[in-house]
């Protein structure tokens, strides 16, 4: 059984920072594309940014400039460091990732989500 594990979020002013860590585990055989996904209140869920199991990455555009993803697959870790943070970034943060089981196939896995709060 694999799980994903979420940390980091929390209260920030405006043009603060915050780094927010997903952490896999379990059966692992490997894991491919690697993203993270925020909801505001009333809205859907949305890509923020997303980084290949080769290192490519893929921003939304609200967050190009401020966010940087990134990976350390030796632990299985994905970062998302948020830096210049905007009232609007405010929601709750889930990871995504494709994870390969081996003989067992390939799925798709969510972590339980962080709620990340930018006070005005």
């Known amino acids: 059984q694999v799980q994903l594990v979420e940390s980091g979020g929390g209260l920030v002013q405006a043009g603060g920072s915050l780094r927010l860590s997903c952490a896999a585990s379990g059966s692992i055989y490997r894991i491919n594309d690697m993203g993270w996904y925020r909801q505001a209140p009333g809205n859907q869920r949305d890509l923020v940014a997303r980084?290949?199991?080769?290192?490519?990455?893929d921003y939304a555009d609200s967050v190009k400039g401020r966010f940087t993803i990134s990976r350390d697959n030796a632990k299985n870790t994905m970062y998302l460091q948020m830096d210049s943070l905007k009232p609007e970034d405010t929601a709750v943060y889930y990871c995504?990732?494709?994870?390969?089981?081996?003989?067992?196939?390939?799925?798709?896995?969510w972590g339980q989500g962080t709620q990340v709060t930018v006070s005005s």
């Open positions: 995504n990732n494709a994870i390969d089981l081996g003989m067992s196939g390939r799925y798709d896995y």
């Open positions: 980084i290949t199991s080769t290192g490519s990455t």
